[in-house]
């Protein structure tokens, strides 16, 4: 391993901007992340994305308090090994619809009312890079060529994307859990 400067502590995602702090460290990481490692074997992976999350934070000098760690490394494990900020909503049992109206609408249904929830992409390019790793699996492609997508998840929850020309907005994503 490459030996690192040791920039001035960070007390709290406040004394910056969080958004910074996530990146640095997210980018930090993906670039100790051996690339070859099988990801199919999500626990094994996810303690090693562990280790090399607390070693990144020591020998950065970032201290954040115990939730706030927390909460960091669940956002970039989120980014890594699942759906970015839809993760937590896709584990939620009492959501029956998500919908993303470009990075900043996200909006979800939940007893049969639609509420908008606080939850956001960092960009248009955010939201396509969550819809491509939704959409890949199954097959399929999402771009300007073609730029709507139906689909059924292994769950059977249905989705449905639709991207610019087609869509005026942005990147738009409907997830419908079964």
Same mark, same amino acid.
């Given at each position: 391993?490459?030996?690192? !400067?040791?920039?001035?502590?960070?007390?709290?995602?406040?004394? &910056?901007?969080?958004?910074?702090?996530?990146?640095?460290?997210?980018? @930090?990481?993906?670039?100790?992340?051996?690339?070859?490692?099988? +990801?199919?074997?999500?626990?094994?992976?996810? !303690?090693?994305?562990?280790?090399?999350?607390?070693? *990144?934070?020591?020998?950065?000098?970032?201290?954040?308090?115990?939730?706030?760690?927390?909460?960091? /490394? %669940?956002?970039?494990?989120?980014? *890594?090994?699942?759906? &970015?900020?839809?993760?937590?909503?896709?584990?939620?049992?009492?959501?029956? %619809?998500?919908?993303?109206?470009?990075?900043?609408? +996200?909006?979800? %249904?939940? @007893?049969?009312?639609?509420? =908008?929830?606080? *939850?956001? /992409?960092?960009?248009?390019?955010?939201?396509? =890079?969550? #819809?491509?790793? #939704? +959409?890949?699996?199954? &097959?399929?492609? #999402?771009? %300007?060529?073609?730029?709507?997508?139906?689909? !059924?998840?292994?769950?059977?929850? !249905?989705?449905?994307?639709? #991207?610019?020309?087609?869509?005026?907005?942005?990147?738009?994503?409907?997830?419908?859990?079964?």
């Amino acid at each position: 391993m490459q030996a690192r !400067r040791v920039s001035a502590p960070i007390t709290s995602p406040q004394a &910056g901007s969080y958004f910074d702090l996530k990146t640095r460290v997210q980018n @930090k990481l993906l670039a100790e992340i051996d690339p070859s490692m099988d +990801v199919t074997r999500t626990d094994e992976v996810r !303690r090693t994305i562990q280790s090399l999350f607390e070693q *990144i934070l020591t020998e950065e000098n970032i201290v954040l308090s115990r939730p706030e760690r927390a909460r960091l /490394f %669940e956002q970039i494990s989120a980014e *890594i090994l699942g759906f &970015g900020p839809l993760q937590s909503l896709l584990e939620d049992d009492t959501i029956t %619809e998500i919908m993303v109206n470009g990075p900043k609408n +996200v909006y979800i %249904e939940r @007893k049969g009312k639609v509420h =908008r929830v606080p *939850i956001t /992409f960092e960009s248009n390019d955010h939201v396509m =890079r969550i #819809i491509d790793r #939704i +959409v890949a699996p199954l &097959g399929r492609r #999402i771009d %300007e060529s073609s730029p709507y997508v139906d689909a !059924r998840l292994p769950d059977g929850s !249905r989705v449905n994307a639709v #991207i610019p020309p087609i869509s005026l907005v942005g990147p738009v994503l409907t997830i419908r859990k079964f």
